[in-house]
């Protein structure tokens, strides 16, 4: 028991250090910032998505086009569309109506938090480079590193996952 408690303290730390630091993909580091500033927690009530300062989901990038692409794809401003009180952007017309009629389909698990930030019972920033499809749902991570020590125990982690959500889902990151 006592080496598994190492572990978490020491992962917890590993996603403190990292959390504002460049995450290797292409994204910038403003990406990269914690999107929960003060005066978007004045504005921002439900913090069930993690909404950038423009109260965009996944940064603004298309959710569909994981699915459809299999890559990020940056949406447009004339393809977006308001869903649970945020706004989502598309590449085309044809991924933002595919996304209205079943957004529950296409919208990243745990609210577009970083996944393995839930498994400690946080809720870090999720860079929408940094993402996984499993069992046809998104996930996105804090960075490459974080994924890679979500998957070492996959089933493991989605059950802490699928335990923690709904006890934090509501709650501002910094209350956590």
Not at 19 to 38: M, Y
Not at 41 to 68: H, T
Not at 155 to 176: E, F, Q, R
Request: aromatic share 14%.
């Amino acid at each position: 028991m006592l080496p598994r408690l190492l572990l978490v303290l020491a992962l917890s730390a590993s996603i403190f250090a990292f959390s504002g630091c460049a995450s290797g993909s292409n994204s910038n580091d403003k990406e990269n910032v914690s999107t929960t500033t003060e005066s978007q927690n004045e504005r921002q009530k439900d913090f069930s998505l993690n909404l950038d300062e423009r109260g965009r989901a996944l940064k603004g990038y298309d959710p569909v086009a994981y699915f459809s692409e299999g890559e990020p794809v940056e949406g447009q401003d004339e393809f977006s569309f308001d869903w649970d009180n945020a706004t989502w952007y598309f590449a085309s017309a044809e991924n933002r109506d595919k996304f209205a009629a079943n957004p529950e389909k296409f919208a990243p698990a745990n609210g577009g938090y970083c996944t393995f930030g839930i498994v400690l019972g946080k809720k870090f920033d999720g860079d929408p480079n940094v993402w996984s499809l499993h069992e046809n749902k998104l996930y996105v991570f804090l960075n490459e590193e974080v994924k890679t020590k979500f998957f070492q125990d996959t089933v493991g982690n989605l059950k802490k996952v699928t335990d923690t959500w709904p006890d934090i889902a509501s709650k501002s990151p910094a209350d956590l």
